[in-house]
């Protein structure tokens, strides 16, 4: 889900707000900033927390990781290479590297998918099976 602009005035959002926009609990937003996985955002004259484009844009990318499938200890070394100041061609090594790992599983899933349509079809033919010859049986009275 691209996200261009913090709110429709243009304004940054709270912590409820920015879960709201991306689908996840303040929860999990708290837990990503204490982690070191998504960076802690400004905070408004009131204290509380204040999320812009691009706070909301890195946790997106956070989210979207997570969708994946990466570890939380994963994420932590991509927000650490991040911040360490590391290039794109040494955090797109690592984007692809976990592409590998989300394209091995999904091959497996797959697999799994494939042997459960087959079994499903076998309990349907069955099915079908009993139920034609239940009603060729003549009944007794």
Known sequence: MPLTRPSETGAPLTISGAAHELGITVDTI?????????????????????????ALSWLAGVVMLRGTGMSVQEMREYAAAYRAGSTPQERL????????TVMARLEGVHRHLAALDAKIARYREHQDGSARSAAREPRAS
């Open 30 to 54: 708290r837990y990503y900033e204490k982690e070191g996985i998504a960076p802690a955002p400004g905070r408004g004259p009131d204290g509380w927390r204040r999320y812009d484009a691009d």
């Open 93 to 100: 090594a690592m984007l692809e590297a976990h592409r590998e």
